[in-house]
């Protein structure tokens, strides 16, 4: 085995839960889980936010994830999240050991969709 199969090989295994569907990501240690689940397309935003956030600064708490088994956390918000049971934010999350997260389904004020077939006023109530 060579230096670079090894450092190939050094990789940790992130489960992600979206719905019934689990998805195994092989994340480089030291990421944040944030741009771990960007880069495999498993976004913890809303549509919303997906475009209007902090870019991983930790101020914006939107990309608010559940941390089903992993490492404590370490950053205030985090702390208070794990405390109190909210979502932890996963750009604070540093990916050093296998976990299991969960992504959250997001409801933006504004931004839920309504469905047309069983939307008596359909797709036009959703400007108001
Ligand atoms: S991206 Fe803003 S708090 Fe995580």
């Given at each position: 085995m060579t230096a670079a199969t090894a450092d190939e090989d050094a990789t940790v295994e992130v489960v992600v839960v979206d719905g019934d569907d689990r998805h195994v990501l092989a994340v480089e240690p030291g990421r944040t889980l944030r741009n771990a689940l960007l880069d495999a397309d498993?976004?913890?935003?809303?549509s919303l936010t997906s475009r209007f956030?902090?870019?991983?600064?930790?101020?914006?708490?939107?990309c608010g994830v559940r941390v089903r088994t992993g490492p404590e956390p370490d950053h205030w918000h985090d702390q208070l999240a794990a405390r109190f049971g909210y979502p932890r934010l996963s750009c604070q999350v540093t990916v050093d050991r296998p976990m299991t997260v969960e992504l959250v389904d997001k409801h933006v004020w504004g931004g839920r969709e309504q469905n047309a077939d069983t939307d008596p006023d359909g797709p036009r109530s959703r400007s108001r």
């Open positions: 498993h976004s913890p935003y809303a956030n902090c870019g991983g600064r930790g101020v914006c708490a939107t």
